[in-house]
């Protein structure tokens, strides 16, 4: 056995190091089309993150008309409490929606002087049972006496996931086609090894070695090129994360923020599907440039 | 041995290369297989390689039936038979020494077994102080010992050599003939096909003459040709 793990060991250096060029060539693909793989499933963790809290809070705000009187006003709070859909409401006045904005826009004073407590509409807060609910409870009070606009927050959030699934749709997308050439580039490595060893791979069939044995070279060499691109994929990933998300991390206290820990783990499913792919790659190029 | 029951091979371009052979071949023997350029003795190897296929018959080597071989076993059929070439087909970057341990590497024989065998078998070629040395930096003759070795260290049953002296001059040939001869008194069946009626004359063997894909002639202790 011991001599079998020597032979191929060896096997795999000179054949990745007799097309170092092509071998830098197929880790670079790799590696490109890994990480824009691994930036789209992160992307869409962080999507999925932010969507669960931003539609947890979602809140139905029902901006009251200034003309409406006290009983319109008791008869739809009453309305929501006995509805179903609702858990709870709340209901803000003029003045305390003038200190919330207060609060606010502290920092900008000018804005603060524009605006006078009568300007700001009173409000009802409602959140919902079920958050994805929204559109039917916002439809049911849209027409009611008295109120003004029945507010659509989901409408803006989901303008942002838009933004958010189309890049994590054109990662992806750019990641297939890489990974599409990572397999064309492994396999052609694979027929220059296979053309160099051609009369070593002669003599084996000769004297008996198993078609396993002498196929083992080629991919183990296709899928040692497939897991350090996903490694340094890996590597790309977790420095992405320690520099930019951490940043944002810091801005944007109250977003969720995916974990140095999701991108750890999202490495051995880089490297899992590099080593598939350059598999794949092997057997077919050994088809058809080895015929064993 | 070896048994062919009326086999035939006819390649894609219809070219007749065996028509209805039928022979059988003892343990032991010393064969030659005789004939022209195209008369199906390459063919003939290949056959029993099981490199190629037949269109029909029996062929049967080392015990083994080939017709509808599964393709993992062909391996185990290929530790049976030892092959030389005429072109000795050795690696140029591996050492002598490694040329042979080569062959047994590759068919995973323990490391302490490679290092026992691979000097016994170079020593049995006459080349035990040549092992370090490199394909190029030996004489022709020299390295078609060295692919004798390579085919005999596994001790297979039957040893297939393919024009062995077809490269070299009388005066070696006469030395691998030597070598050749010293295997077969081990026991190992030796096919040898070959142009070289020389050394069909001197040597007194079993002749299996070919022309045109048939068997013409098959002969005990004979000669190279009756006009010849």
């Known amino acids: 056995?011991?001599?079998?793990?020597?032979?191929?060991?060896?096997?795999?250096?000179?054949?990745?190091?007799?097309?170092l060029l092509?071998?830098?060539?197929?880790?670079?693909?790799?590696?490109?089309?890994?990480?824009l793989l691994g930036a789209g499933l992160l992307v869409q963790r962080q999507v999925n993150k932010a969507r669960d809290l931003f539609y947890d809070q979602v809140e139905v705000s029902i901006y009251l008309d200034d003309s409406i009187t006290e009983e319109q006003r008791a008869s739809l709070e009453r309305d929501l409490n006995e509805n179903p859909e609702v858990e709870s409401v709340f209901y803000e006045s003029k003045e305390q929606a003038y200190q919330n904005f207060r609060e606010i826009f502290a920092?900008?004073?000018?804005?603060?002087?524009?605006?006078?407590?009568?300007?700001?509409?009173?409000?009802?807060?409602?959140?919902?049972?079920?958050?994805?609910?929204?559109a039917v409870?916002?439809?049911?009070?849209?027409?009611?006496?008295?109120?003004?606009?029945?507010?659509?927050?989901?409408?803006?959030?989901?303008?942002?996931?838009?933004?958010?699934?189309?890049?994590r749709n054109g990662a992806l997308a750019i990641a297939l086609l890489q990974l599409v050439a990572a397999a064309a580039l492994i396999s052609n490595t694979i027929r220059i090894t296979a053309f160099a060893r051609r009369e070593q791979t002669g003599i084996m069939k000769l004297v008996g070695a198993t078609n396993w044995y002498i196929r083992l070279p080629f991919v183990l060499e296709g899928i040692v090129a497939g897991v350090v691109g996903?490694?340094?994929?890996?590597?790309?990933?977790?420095?992405?994360?320690?520099t930019l998300v951490t940043r944002l991390r810091d801005e944007i206290s109250f977003m969720p923020f995916i974990t140095t820990g999701e991108v750890v783990a999202t490495i051995p499913i880089l490297v899992l599907i590099g080593a598939v792919i350059a598999s794949i790659a092997s057997f077919i190029s050994l088809r058809r440039f080895l015929s064993v | 041995m070896i048994r062919l029951d009326n086999v035939t091979k006819t390649y894609k371009n219809s070219v007749v290369a065996l028509k209805d052979v039928s022979l059988e071949i003892a343990k032991g023997e010393f064969v030659f297989l005789v004939g022209p350029s195209g008369s199906g003795k390459s063919t003939f190897i290949k056959l029993l390689l099981k490199d190629e296929d037949p269109d029909s018959g029996e062929i049967f080597v080392a015990g083994k039936r080939l017709?509808?071989?599964?393709?993992?076993?062909?391996?185990?059929?290929?530790?049976?038979?030892?092959?030389?070439?005429?072109?000795?087909?050795?690696?140029?970057?591996?050492?002598?020494?490694?040329?042979?341990?080569?062959a047994l590497e590759v068919i995973g024989k323990p490391r302490p077994v490679i290092q026992r065998t691979v000097?016994?078998?170079?020593?049995?070629?006459?080349?035990?102080?040549?092992?370090?040395?490199?394909?190029?930096?030996?004489?022709?003759?020299?390295?078609?010992?060295?692919?004798?070795?390579?085919?005999?260290?596994?001790?297979?049953?039957?040893?297939?050599?393919?024009?062995?002296?077809?490269?070299?001059?009388?005066?070696?040939?006469?030395?691998?003939?030597?070598?050749?001869?010293?295997?077969?008194?081990?026991?190992?069946?030796?096919v040898m096909a070959t142009h070289d009626q020389h050394i069909v004359d001197s040597m007194r063997r079993r002749v299996v003459e070919l022309s045109d894909g048939i068997m013409v002639r098959d002969q005990h202790r004979g000669v190279y040709g009756y006009g010849s």
């Open chain 1, 107 to 134: 920092d900008d004073p000018n804005l603060l002087e524009s605006v006078t407590p009568d300007i700001l509409p009173a409000s009802f807060r409602v959140s919902l049972v079920d958050p994805e609910n929204f």
């Open chain 1, 137 to 167: 409870v916002a439809s049911q009070y849209q027409g009611y006496p008295g109120v003004e606009q029945v507010s659509d927050q989901r409408e803006v959030l989901d303008r942002f996931f838009r933004v958010m699934d189309a890049f």
């Open chain 1, 230 to 242: 996903a490694l340094i994929a890996g590597g790309l990933l977790l420095l992405a994360e320690s």
């Open chain 1, 22 to 35: 092509m071998t830098l060539a197929t880790v670079v693909t790799v590696t490109v089309s890994l990480a």
């Open chain 2, 67 to 102: 017709n509808r071989m599964k393709s993992w076993r062909i391996p185990a059929l290929r530790r049976e038979i030892g092959c030389v070439f005429q072109d000795f087909k050795l690696l140029e970057n591996k050492t002598v020494h490694e040329n042979v341990a080569f």
């Open chain 1, 1 to 19: 056995m011991a001599a079998r793990w020597r032979y191929l060991l060896s096997e795999v250096g000179i054949g990745l190091r007799r097309n």
């Open chain 2, 119 to 190: 000097p016994e078998v170079l020593e049995l070629v006459g080349l035990g102080s040549k092992a370090d040395a490199y394909p190029h930096e030996l004489s022709g003759g020299e390295q078609q010992r060295v692919s004798i070795a390579r085919a005999f260290v596994n001790r297979p049953r039957i040893l297939l050599c393919d024009e062995p002296t077809g490269n070299l001059d009388p005066t070696t040939s006469v030395g691998i003939m030597k070598l050749l001869d010293r295997i077969n008194r081990t026991g190992t069946t030796v």
